[in-house]
């Protein structure tokens, strides 16, 4: 909603991740199409996240929005956004961040990132309901953005030829939606506060590094994630086993993984030529000998298919 709110020109620049979710760049794509935006990627550093210094030789007065994916879908990625943010505000530039995979594993300090747009949801690592997610909003721009759609929530019938919009973010929530779920998406923030979201990183991360070590150690398996900074999503493949196959039989020995496709991040799947992997995220309730059980069966799995 409030990427469509954005009100774009015809010519105007959209940059984006090499990393980037398909949800994400469908819309932009779908701005391409109806309004003439261009659409373009920022390289990628060495190590694999948004080369900050390639942003900048890419600015010019027809960017209209810098849009990054905080942690990509497909691995153990963590863009620099506070970076990428300095970089937006210098240059008065709309500053959108998909937190979707970070909210919950990572501290997100709005004022820190320095981002105008947030958008994350309850169903990931918060482990909220599924259906319901949150949209934050700075004051900045608020006013500079129509909602796409709106009720009798969002604005107020002034007469019958006028309306007037809400002052503030609450603009893109409408009068019907659905409060069970945000009873229990406000309920797993409050655990994740709880906990500290400072801890649960430093446990995740802890984890996952831990994961990525032992998996690597088996010979048939290559382990997919990049970047300076990592998170705890560990994606790898298996020589010789399709992902969803790993899922299937990690299922039956009581272990959730999930598989992502080359086309959820097509431009990074293509340019590091990534089969389908599969993506184990682990959370801070984790213990290594779940860890263990996970590579155990990864390498029995190894082991049968030859
Ligand atoms: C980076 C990223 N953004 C957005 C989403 C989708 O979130 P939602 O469907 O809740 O909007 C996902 C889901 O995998 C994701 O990985």
């Not at 893109?172 to 409060?179: D, H, I, L, R």
């Not at 493949?237 to 020995?253: C, K």
Request: net charge negative; aromatic share 6%; hydrophobic share 40%.
């Amino acid at each position: 909603m409030a990427f469509y709110a954005i009100p774009f020109e015809r010519g105007d620049r959209i940059l984006t991740a090499e990393a980037e979710y398909a949800s994400n760049y469908l819309a932009y794509l779908q701005l391409a199409r109806d309004r003439g935006v261009s659409v373009e990627t920022i390289p990628s550093t060495a190590d694999g996240e948004v080369c900050v210094d390639s942003l900048k030789a890419m600015l010019d007065d027809r960017v209209r929005l810098i849009s990054i994916t905080h942690i990509p879908t497909n691995g153990g990625l963590v863009n620099p956004v506070e970076e990428i943010g300095a970089v937006a505000r210098a240059h008065g530039i709309t500053y959108l961040v998909d937190a979707c995979q970070s909210a919950g594993q990572v501290a997100l300090d709005v004022e820190a990132i320095q981002c105008d747009l947030l958008s994350a949801t309850g169903r990931k690592f918060l482990r909220g309901p599924r259906g319901v997610g949150f949209l934050y909003v700075s004051n900045r721009i608020v006013e500079s953005l129509h909602p796409p759609m709106i009720d009798l929530f969002s604005a107020t019938w002034i007469d019958a030829g006028h309306y007037e919009l809400r002052k503030d973010a609450r603009r893109f929530e409408n009068w019907e939606n659905n409060y069970s779920a945000k009873l229990g998406l406000g309920s797993a923030i409050d655990y994740a506060l709880g906990i500290g979201l400072d801890n649960i990183e430093a446990e995740v991360t802890r984890l996952a590094a831990s994961l990525r070590a032992m998996l690597a150690e088996i010979p048939a398996v290559s382990v997919h994630d990049i970047g300076k900074r990592k998170c705890g999503i560990v994606s790898f493949s298996v020589a010789g086993v399709d992902a969803g196959e790993i899922e299937t039989r990690l299922r039956q020995g009581g272990i959730h993984v999930s598989v992502s496709t080359p086309n959820s991040t097509l431009i990074d799947a293509t340019r590091r030529h990534l089969p389908e992997v599969v993506r184990a995220s682990v959370h801070y309730y984790n213990r290594e000998s779940e860890l263990q059980a996970l590579v155990d069966l990864v390498t029995s799995i190894c082991e049968q298919s030859g």
